[in-house]
């Protein structure tokens, strides 16, 4: 299962970094992507990092201001994100492929994934 740490209360322009972990399964071998949900909207692919090569990708929205990097050794994937707006304020979600390998084109469609962490709140005061 994916476990996922670090939501909560942050200010306008102020900083977070969420955790998704891994029990039971090497994460190293998934791609994992990134999602979030505010209310009323559609779950967004907010990041996605590759288990191959690395690549990194973000939508749009969050350029400049997200990173998503892998830990392997603490069998781990993070979202540093920076420089929050209120726009920002969703719940947020990591998820992994069950043997498949996504791109920049695929990683955003929520139907591409089978695991899925439990969700953490982001709250953006302003």
């Known amino acids: 299962q994916l476990v996922q740490s670090g939501g909560g209360l942050v200010q306008s322009g102020g900083s977070l970094r969420l955790a998704c972990a891994a029990e039971g399964f090497a994460l190293d071998i998934y791609d994992v992507g990134w999602f979030r949900q505010a209310p009323g909207k559609e779950r967004e692919g907010v990041s996605y990092i590759s288990h191959k090569n690395g690549e990194t990708h973000y939508v749009e929205s969050v350029k400049g201001r997200f990173t998503v990097s892998r830990d392997r050794d603490k069998n781990s994937v993070y979202l540093q994100m920076d420089s929050v707006k209120p726009e920002d304020d969703a719940i947020y979600y990591c998820?992994?492929?069950?043997?498949?390998?996504?791109?920049?084109?695929?990683?955003?469609?929520?139907?591409?994934?089978?695991?899925w962490g439990q969700g953490t709140r982001v709250i953006v005061s302003s």
């Open positions: 998820a992994a492929p069950a043997f498949k390998d996504l791109d920049y084109l695929t990683y955003g469609d929520p139907a591409n994934y089978e695991y």
